[in-house]
């Protein structure tokens, strides 16, 4: 079985904050959820580029595997 990494959803999110969309995946994996979440204020400063009115982050479990294919991905073009 594989270890259990976290990975960081950046969320675009409407004036409500509560319809999102996921947007991006954070480049970095993280080793456990309080990790992750003591990430989130550094990763949404790095993401204020989204055209939305509240930007978000959420932390989800995911696999060395899904962290790795986040490398091969290329960022959408602006």
Not at 24 to 46: D, G
Not at 58 to 78: H, L
């Amino acid at each position: 079985m594989a270890p259990l990494v976290y990975i960081m959803a950046i969320l675009g999110c409407g004036d409500d904050g509560a319809t999102c969309n996921r947007e991006r995946i954070a480049p970095i994996s993280y080793q456990s959820v309080a990790e992750c979440q003591a990430a989130v204020p550094t990763m949404l400063a790095r993401n204020t580029d989204l055209s939305y009115p509240v930007i978000s982050a959420s932390c989800e479990r995911g696999t060395p595997q899904i962290a790795d294919s986040r490398q091969r991905m290329k960022p959408a073009a602006s």
